[in-house]
């Protein structure tokens, strides 16, 4: 393990913690770093590898916000153009610039609003609002105004288009994240060296409690199988498709937490059909846009949702996968990608709008325990967008109000 990240278990008991956090995802790094960042002790505990799940099978993309003024949802918006600038500043060698395109048809595919005129509005206001998206972003990392673009220009760009009805497109930029998993352990160096504590492999198993107040945690080391005692004022739950598990682990079921959802992409033995990503819809009434985004001399396509089963460990099942493909060949005749080509499905379990829905959660959810009955000082914390993940951090600490409480 990393020098920075030292798994130094007995000196990691020796100490008492402001917050522990419980998982070493996106959100789990992101809370630990920024806890750390104002003043705070901070242990972070992952039952496997940190970035091994979720983060790991992404998209990868760090999303502007450019679809939430479809909703004139400004404040997501504004929220989401702040993070993206934060990623890019922070993590220049690890996030960098993409390219979107979407082709724009008549009549228009993947919903109504995807017209010219439309994003012509859109993409005025998002430049207005984001006129300082690049603040502080070194400048081959800046990203330019958005653009709608002719048929011609469109096909240029994108060989591959479909040109049945093609009136042109919208070009805009929002980010990659290279290597997901190099982004969580960067996170976490960066969290260790200002003063947290990073442990992974070790698996929470009971919640101390006095006074109605959490304490601590009793922990299991799963290399050696030795139980651990760790003080602590405060325990964050960030784990993930976990979330709602440790949750009634530690204190009671929370049923509104997290509702699964499958939710899956397909890594294709294809090379990239444009310089950045591109988002394809068939013509097909109500048809999902899919996005195809270049990764590593190969396609990354998703994402598809399905009803996750009764079990953890089972992912898509083929029908889905072939289902998957389908919808990009009626999307892109002439594509012909076949089973064959995919390479890797990546996979995991993401918190559903509601039970056995298969439209994704919008908005994140942090549960106070203490104002629910629990005990005071644990919170659970279920995210829905790799690119917030930083935000939502910042709610967590005042939600706990431990930054308060450090002050006084």
């Known amino acids: 393990m990393d020098t920075v990240i030292d798994r130094d278990l007995r000196t990691a008991a020796s100490q ?30 992952e039952r496997g590898d ?61 919903g109504r609003l ?24 070194p400048a081959d990392r800046a990203l330019p105004p958005g653009r709608l673009l002719g048929p011609e220009e469109t096909a240029e760009l994108f060989p591959a288009v479909d040109r049945d009805g093609l009136r042109g497109g919208v070009l805009w930029h929002d980010a990659l994240v290279l290597d997901p998993r190099r982004l ?16 992974h492999h070790v698996e929470v198993a009971e919640l101390r409690v006095e006074g109605g107040r959490v304490r601590g945690l009793r922990v299991v080391d799963r290399e050696s199988g030795q139980n651990l005692e760790l003080r602590a004022d405060a325990v964050a739950s960030c784990a993930g498709p976990w979330v ?69 460990d089972t992912g898509p099942e083929e029908e889905l996968v072939d289902g998957f493909l389908r919808d990009l060949n009626a999307a892109l005749p002439g594509l012909d990608l076949r089973r064959q080509q995919v390479l890797q499905v990546l996979w995991g379990r993401i918190p559903a709008a509601a039970e056995g829905s298969t439209t994704p959660a919008s908005r994140p959810v942090i549960h106070d325990h203490g104002r629910h009955g629990g005990p005071r000082g644990l919170v659970s914390v279920s995210g829905v967008k790799l690119t917030t993940a930083r935000a939502v951090a910042e709610r967590v600490l005042r939600t706990l109000d431990l930054r308060v409480r450090r002050a006084a």
């Open 16 to 45: 008492t913690y402001d917050l522990v956090v419980v998982g070493g995802g996106i959100y789990g790094a992101t809370l630990a770093l920024e806890a750390a960042q104002h003043g705070l002790s901070a242990l972070v505990l």
């Open 50 to 110: 940190f970035g091994g799940e979720t983060t790991a099978n992404s998209l990868r993309i760090v999303h502007g916000g450019l679809r939430y003024l479809q909703t004139l949802d400004l404040a997501r918006h504004r929220e989401s153009v702040g993070e993206r600038r934060w990623f890019l500043r922070e993590f220049p060698d690890l996030i960098v610039p993409l390219p979107c395109l979407m082709p724009l048809y008549d009549p228009p595919r993947g």
């Open 114 to 137: 995807r017209r010219p005129e439309v994003f012509r509005a859109a993409l005025a206001m998002d430049s207005f609002l984001s006129s300082d998206r690049n603040k502080g972003v």
């Open 184 to 199: 969580i352990v960067e996170i976490l160096r960066r969290a260790c060296r200002a003063g947290a504590r990073a442990l």
């Open 244 to 312: 709602r598990r440790v949750a009634r682990d530690l204190d009671r079921d929370v049923p509104g937490l997290f509702h699964p959802l499958l939710a899956f992409n397909l890594l294709l033995d294809r090379e990239p059909l444009a310089r950045g990503a591109v988002a394809v819809a068939s013509s097909e009434p109500g048809a999902q846009t899919w996005f195809l985004v270049p990764w590593q001399g190969k396609i990354l396509a998703g994402t598809a949702y399905a009803p996750a089963g009764a079990s953890e």
